[in-house]
C-alpha cells in the first residue's frame, strides 16, 4: 500500500481572517504544499466557517489539479456544498460548536441509517468518502458495513498521552491494530 500525504491548510485561512485581510491565501499556499510533494490538500468547511470558507472551497475545487480532502459534517447543507464543488475526497466527520477540534469519532452506531444514505450519495457521485472514527473494533466494523471506501482514526487520547509524558504504547499498538483490521 502506497504512503500518502495530504497536508491541512486550515489555519491559513484562520490566520487570514484573524487579520481581516486576504493574505495569506490559502490556494497559493495548497499549490505551494503540492509542489513540496503533498498528494493532498485538507480542508474542513465548519459549519461556522471558523477556517475555510464557502469562496476559498469554491477556488480551491475548480481547480483540478488540487486533490481536495474536503472535511464535512453530516449536515445536509453540507452535503449539498460538497456535491456542489466535487472535491476529490470527502471525509465525515463529527462537529460540536465550542470544539477548538474534533474530538472524537463519528458516533455511527447512533447515527448509522443517516450515514449509510450520505456514503450512497457520495458514492454514487464517484466521490471517495471516509469517515472519522475512534480507534474500536465496532466502528471498523460499522465503517465497512456501511459503505465507507476508506477511514481515519481519531487520535487525540495517543496525542494527549504523549503531551502529558505518559506511556502511550497501549494506545499505539491498538490504533495499528484497527489500521490492519481495515485492510
Not at 23 to 45: C, E, N, Q, R
Request: some cysteine; aromatic content about 4%.
Amino acid at each position: 500500500m502506497k504512503k500518502r500525504l495530504g497536508v491541512n491548510i486550515d489555519h491559513v485561512a484562520t490566520l487570514r481572517n484573524a487579520r481581516g485581510e486576504k493574505h495569506p491565501d490559502p490556494y497559493t499556499v495548497a499549490l505551494d504544499v503540492l509542489k513540496a510533494g503533498a498528494d493532498s490538500i485538507t480542508v474542513h468547511l465548519r459549519e461556522d466557517r471558523r477556517h475555510i470558507n464557502d469562496m476559498d472551497l469554491k477556488i480551491l475545487s475548480s481547480d483540478k489539479s488540487i486533490p481536495i480532502n474536503l472535511e464535512i459534517a453530516s449536515d445536509p447543507k453540507m452535503i449539498n456544498i460538497a456535491l456542489k464543488n466535487k472535491p476529490s475526497f470527502i471525509c465525515l466527520v463529527p462537529e460540536k460548536r465550542n470544539e477548538v477540534t474534533t474530538e472524537g469519532g463519528l458516533n455511527l452506531k447512533k447515527n448509522k441509517n443517516k450515514i449509510k444514505k450520505i456514503l450512497e450519495i457520495f458514492n454514487r457521485n464517484n466521490i471517495r468518502t471516509s469517515l472519522f472514527i475512534n480507534p474500536s473494533l465496532q466502528d471498523i466494523k460499522l465503517s465497512k458495513i456501511l459503505g465507507s471506501k476508506c477511514i481515519e482514526i481519531h487520535t487525540g487520547k495517543i496525542s494527549n498521552q504523549i503531551k502529558q509524558k505518559k506511556n502511550y504504547t497501549k494506545e499505539l499498538n491498538k490504533i495499528k491494530k484497527m489500521c490492519l483490521l481495515w485492510k
